[in-house]
């Protein structure tokens, strides 16, 4: 792969991604806030506990994933039709799947964990690893370990990387609408994610595999 | 009202293309693109808008106070302008306007 991604996230980490006078950031073509991990991790975990035993323990986690679809589709969505995008990674991408690539670099510049791409077939599957997974580290940190992954919104992340490229065509600059989005995230042969192995369940880290819906 | 993302209009001023995305019940983006590279006058103009939060030969961020932050890949002409909150969208749109005029000049 052509991606340089020590260079990503050094290029990243040197954009100066703060706070302006009126709170906002703007990066990437977004408006973004600096969020408090915490903050979502016990609003998430709240809204999971609340409902073990109540039989909607599937619908409160298939919510949360597609908190991390709609993430996935406007955030990362956003930063590879950016300038900045253009600028720092875009010279170095060779391939289609370097588009993925350089994606997961420049979300290593984020905080979120490290993550690492452990095998993409093209137009198939994405398996990634995560280290030091925020979700997982603040539920280990809060609770007991846990008997399931907890990790929603990376594993709505992995899916929509794969459905921006490869149901969608994030290369092409497409506007990102609430229609395109709709496009990508309900079609017959959209990608979804699953969390195979979580650090918050003793696992040594986080894996996510994203595939075809069959 | 246009959703997030929506492209709410899209025109010419001279060779710049200028593209208007719905951003928020605020704001709109404006992408500014025009042949590539950006001139060496044309960024001058860029960088004196502000205070440069990044530059460097391929990006150059300028934040300019109260007014939007321009965020510049030369070697692909695109210019990006980004409000601010406080002001009102037919600011924003002189503000993103008077951009793609000195980019028609230079």
């Given at each position: 792969m052509a991606i340089d991604r020590d260079a990503v996230v050094s290029a990243v980490s040197g954009l100066g991604i703060a706070?302006?006078?009126?709170?906002?950031?703007?990066?990437?073509?977004?408006?973004?806030?600096?969020?408090?991990?915490?903050?979502?991790?016990?609003?998430s975990f709240a809204a999971a506990r609340r409902m073990e035993g109540s039989g909607l323990e599937d619908d409160v986690r298939a919510l949360l994933v597609e908190a991390g679809h709609v993430c996935a589709f406007n955030?990362?969505?956003?930063?590879?039709?950016?300038?900045?995008?253009?600028?720092?990674?875009?010279?170095?991408?060779?391939?289609?799947?370097?588009?993925?690539?350089?994606?997961?670099?420049?979300?290593?510049?984020f905080g979120w964990g490290r993550w690492e791409v452990q095998e993409l077939v093209a137009g198939e599957s994405l398996k990634v690893r995560v280290e030091d997974s925020y979700e997982a580290c603040g539920w280990l940190r809060d609770y007991p370990t846990s008997d399931s992954?907890?990790?929603?919104?990376?594993?709505?992340?992995?899916?929509?990387?794969?459905?921006?490229?490869?149901?969608?065509?994030?290369?092409?600059?497409?506007?990102?609408?609430?229609?395109?989005?709709?496009?990508?995230?309900?079609?017959?042969?959209?990608?979804?994610?699953?969390?195979?192995?979580?650090?918050?369940?003793?696992?040594p880290h986080c894996e996510f595999v994203a595939k075809r819906v069959e | 009202m246009a959703g997030h993302g929506q492209l709410v209009d899209e025109f010419e001023v001279g060779p710049v293309q200028v593209r208007v995305s719905h951003s928020c019940a605020r704001r709109d983006v404006y992408e500014l693109s025009t042949s590539p590279p950006l001139s060496e006058a044309a960024m001058e103009w860029l960088r004196g808008r502000g205070v440069a939060k990044v530059d460097s030969p391929a990006l150059?961020?300028?934040?300019?106070?109260?007014?939007?932050?321009?965020?510049?890949?030369?070697?692909?002409?695109?210019?990006?302008?980004?409000?601010?909150?406080?002001?009102?969208?037919?600011?924003?749109?002189?503000?993103?306007?008077?951009?793609?005029?000195?980019?028609?000049?230079s």
């Amino acid at each position: 792969m052509a991606i340089d991604r020590d260079a990503v996230v050094s290029a990243v980490s040197g954009l100066g991604i703060a706070g302006d006078e009126e709170g906002m950031i703007s990066a990437f073509g977004l408006y973004l806030t600096r969020h408090m991990s915490d903050y979502y991790n016990r609003i998430s975990f709240a809204a999971a506990r609340r409902m073990e035993g109540s039989g909607l323990e599937d619908d409160v986690r298939a919510l949360l994933v597609e908190a991390g679809h709609v993430c996935a589709f406007n955030t990362f969505g956003g930063i590879m039709k950016s300038a900045e995008w253009d600028a720092v990674v875009r010279p170095m991408i060779e391939t289609r799947e370097d588009w993925i690539i350089g994606m997961v670099a420049v979300i290593n510049a984020f905080g979120w964990g490290r993550w690492e791409v452990q095998e993409l077939v093209a137009g198939e599957s994405l398996k990634v690893r995560v280290e030091d997974s925020y979700e997982a580290c603040g539920w280990l940190r809060d609770y007991p370990t846990s008997d399931s992954p907890r990790c929603y919104l990376a594993c709505g992340g992995v899916a929509g990387l794969m459905n921006l490229l490869y149901v969608g065509d994030i290369t092409t600059g497409p506007d990102l609408t609430e229609e395109y989005y709709l496009q990508l995230f309900r079609a017959g042969k959209r990608f979804e994610a699953e969390e195979l192995s979580c650090l918050a369940t003793g696992a040594p880290h986080c894996e996510f595999v994203a595939k075809r819906v069959e | 009202m246009a959703g997030h993302g929506q492209l709410v209009d899209e025109f010419e001023v001279g060779p710049v293309q200028v593209r208007v995305s719905h951003s928020c019940a605020r704001r709109d983006v404006y992408e500014l693109s025009t042949s590539p590279p950006l001139s060496e006058a044309a960024m001058e103009w860029l960088r004196g808008r502000g205070v440069a939060k990044v530059d460097s030969p391929a990006l150059l961020i300028v934040e300019v106070a109260g007014v939007h932050q321009l965020t510049v890949a030369p070697a692909l002409g695109r210019v990006v302008a980004m409000p601010k909150l406080a002001t009102e969208r037919p600011e924003q749109r002189e503000a993103a306007m008077a951009v793609a005029r000195a980019l028609t000049a230079s």
